[in-house]
C-alpha cells in the first residue's frame, strides 16, 4: 500500500455565505441571526441586538459582496487551481423565514449560478448546510433550536436544497462546529450555533444546550437520511472544530482532566459518526437531569443518519489544567486553560501549532476510522498594501506550509485518510468571532475596512501564488 496524498485530492478554500455574500435583504432574503450582529473587535464581543437597530453598523449585510462578484472570485479561485470550494447555503435566501412551506425561488437561482460557475472550471462545490446563520425569524417566533419543530423546518430546507442540486453538489456538510457551543457560557457561540439568544447567567443555558443540541444532532440524522435517498452518491459529513485539549503537566489529575475535556467537547461528532451517545455522555446527561426529551425513534434515526466522512475545522490547540484536583466538571472555563509556553500565538492570542493538527489527525482516526476533510485552518491577521498594491504575508505562508506539512505526514507516515484540505477564508471576509474585516485569513485581499469603508478591489496576496504552486504540485512543493 502507499501512503501517499490522493491524486484526487480536493484542494480548496472555504468560506461561510453570511460572511462574504452581503446583500442581505436582495432576492427575496429574510434576516438570519448574523444581520443582528454588530461588529466586535479583538477581545471585544460582537453584541446580539434585538432586531436590527438603525444606529447601529451590522458588517454582514454588505460583508465583500460576494453576491454580485462572484464570477470574478471564482474565476480566481480556478487561476489558484482549486479543485472544490467550500461554502454555506444561506438558509434564509430559501426560506426567508424559515418556517415557510415553499421556497423562495430568486434565492434558489442564485445558487444555480453560484455553482454552474464553480463547474465551469471544475470546481467541486463542498457546502454547508448551516453554518451560524438561522433565519432570524426562527430565533424570534421559537427560541431557536429549544423547539423541536426547528427539526422539521431544518429537514425542509435540506430536501428542497438537496433535489434541487443534487447533479451539482456532492459533498455536503450539516452543522458548521456543531460542538462550539459545548462552552454554554458563551452568548455567542450559543446563538451562532444554536439560535439561543440567552442573558449572560440565564440559569436555563446549560440545560437548553443541551437539548437543542440533541435537536440538531437528530435533524443532521434526518438530513443525512434524506440526502442519501435523494442521491446515494452524496457524501455528507459533520462538521466538528476539532481543538486538541492538551494536560498542563504530567500530573495524572491534569492528565484526567485534560481527557474529560476531550469528552465534553467531541461527543457530538461520536454520535454523528457512531450514531448514538457516548456511556460517558449518558451518564453525565441523566446525573445532572440534562437533555429530558429524547425518544425511543430518535436513537434510531440517530443510528440510521450516521455521517460519511468527519470535516473538521484546525486553528490551535489548547492546554488545561485540573481545579483544585478536581476533574469533574461541566465545561472548561478560562480558569482551567493554561498558557502552552512552547507555542507563540497569533496577533489575536490563538496559539499557533501545527503539530497539533497532525495530533487531532490521528486522534479523529482512532475514534471513527472514517475519511476526514480538514474544511477549516489558516491565520487571521493583518495585512498591509505596499505602494505598488502588494501584500506580502509570508507569515501566513508560514502558517500553512506548517500545517500542510503537518496533514502530509499523517496521510505518509501514520497512515491516516484525508481527502481534502479547504484553508477557511480564501478570500478576505468578515471575521465570525469579531465581525471585523482587518482579521484576514484570505489569499486575495479585499479592499474594505472595519467601518465598512472601501472600494472592494480584490488583490493577489504573495500567499496566492505560493498556493497556486501547493496545488499545481500536489503538495509537493511547499
Ligand atoms: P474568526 C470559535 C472557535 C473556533 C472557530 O474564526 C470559530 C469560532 C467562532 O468564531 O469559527 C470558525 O472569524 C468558523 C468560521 C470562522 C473561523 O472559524 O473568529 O467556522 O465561520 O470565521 C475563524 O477568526
Redesign the pocket.
Known sequence: MKFSIPKDFLWGGAV?AH?LEGAWQEGGKGPSIADVMTAGANGVSRQITKGIQADKYYPNHEAIDFYHHYPEDIKLFAEMGFKCFRTSIAWARIFPRGDEAEPNEAGLHFYDKLFAECHKYGIEPVITLS??EIPYHLVEKYGGWRDRQLIDFFVHFATVVFKRYRHQVKYWMTF??IN?QTDYTER??MA?DSGLVLDDDDPQREALMYQAAHYELVASALAVKVGHQINPNFEIGCMI?M?PLYPATSKPVDIFQAQKAMQRRYWFADVQALGTYPRHMEAFLAANNLRDDITAEDRITLREGTVDYIGF?Y?NSMTVAAQKDNPEFHFVGPEAIQENPYLKASD?GWPIDPLGLRFALNWLEDHYHKPLMIV?N?L?AKDEVTADKQIHDDYRIAYLKAHIQAMEDAIEKDGVPVIGYTP??CID??????GQMS?R?GFIYVDRDDQGNGTGKRLKKDSFYWYQKVIKTNGQDL
Open positions: 461561510a460572511q453554518h451560524f458548521n462546529e462550539n455567542f457561540l451562532t472544530n481543538t475545522s486553528y489575536w477549516e489558516g487571521g477557511w477564508g471576509l468578515v471575521s465570525a468571532g469579531t482579521k485569513y
